[in-house]
């Protein structure tokens, strides 16, 4: 599947694009928002991307042969943003955008075990420095610590069979692929309770944000992402699960009511009906936005 970024248009109304700006994309994935930054910004608008998966980066790196000086390329994970970039130069951008979701490219390839729906290794990793994959988590961890983070990272309601049921499966054999775990869910969840969703969605869920630490993360690229931010520019942050968007919407308020920023958009931005037809993995997207008031924060 070839890789659509979600809710373009209406980030690029938000963000407002200028030639002479320079812009920061924290989450480069497959570069649509970068892409559309640069052409918005021409001739001589900049965007520095960061990302920490290295097949982000050499898509990156395909895009700058376009835009030879105009782009630059980082590989690092958004939550160290700011101690990257100051030891780099970079101070205050003009417009910062994150799109925290999960690239089509990382779904896409079996290898990476993210998917339900294709065999592959329980890595789950976003960057293959990290030492954590998903088979340690459900090889190794105890029941109760697997049961906790399929509820609170899943929101799950059969945490506790399924972790059961993993805990009953490993004690045979170890379990090796994407598709071994997806059954082991799919036989703990009453199959009355199979809906529009893969059994397996929310487990996958829960195990893809424990690997990677997504949600600590998200609170400190949050952060670090207003410290970056000139007075009177924008952050615009694209989240596909409540507890993101959570993140989102009470990091947001807690700067608005310290007057460091202005909320923009009261309720979220969500895609058009024509968008979801298009790209049915943008149903679940929420766009927020901010504004930074002026002073410079630190």
């Keep these: 599947m070839i890789h659509k970024s979600v809710l373009l248009k209406e980030s690029m109304e938000i963000l407002q694009p200028k030639s002479g700006g320079i812009y920061l994309d924290l989450t480069f994935g497959g570069g649509g928002h970068s892409e559309q930054i640069l052409k918005l910004s021409e001739p001589n608008g900049i965007v520095v991307a960061l990302d920490q998966d290295l097949f982000a980066i050499e898509c990156a790196l395909k895009l700058k042969e376009t835009y030879k000086d105009r782009l630059i390329v980082i590989k690092e994970n958004f939550s160290k943003c700011y ?12 417009g910062i955008i994150m799109d925290i979701g999960v690239s089509s490219f990382q779904l896409d390839d079996a290898q990476r075990g993210f998917s339900f729906l294709k065999d592959g290794p329980l890595d789950m990793r976003m960057s293959k420095d990290n030492p954590l ?11 109760r610590e697997l049961e906790n983070i399929i509820r609170d990272y899943g929101q799950e309601r059969f945490a506790k069979k399924i972790a059961s049921k993993i805990e009953e499966q ?7 692929t994407t598709l071994d775990l997806a059954n082991i869910v799919k036989e703990a969840i009453p ?16 195990l893809r944000i424990a690997v990677n630490s ?4 998200l609170k400190e690229g949050l952060i670090n992402g207003i410290k970056l931010l000139k007075p009177q520019s924008r ?3 694209i989240s596909f699960h ?16 310290q007057k460091v920023v202005t909320i923009l958009t009261k309720k979220p ?3 058009s009906l024509d968008e979801i037809k298009a790209n049915p993995r943008a149903r679940s997207a929420k766009l927020r936005s901010i504004e930074k008031i002026g002073g410079m924060y630190d």
């Design 242 to 257: 409540s507890l993101e968007d959570k993140i989102v919407k009470n990091t947001f308020k807690d700067y608005s009511q």
């Design 133 to 143: 994959t998903a088979k340690i988590i459900v090889n190794q961890w105890n029941k």
């Design 83 to 94: 101690t990257k970039l100051l030891s780099m130069g970079y101070r205050f951008f003009d």
């Design 170 to 176: 490993r004690a045979k054999t170890p379990i090796e």
């Design 191 to 206: 199959h009355y309770f199979y809906k529009k969703i893969h059994p397996a969605t929310k487990t996958f869920q829960a």
């Design 235 to 237: 952050l615009v942050v």
């Design 214 to 217: 997504e949600l600590v993360n």
């Design 269 to 271: 931005i969500v895609p």
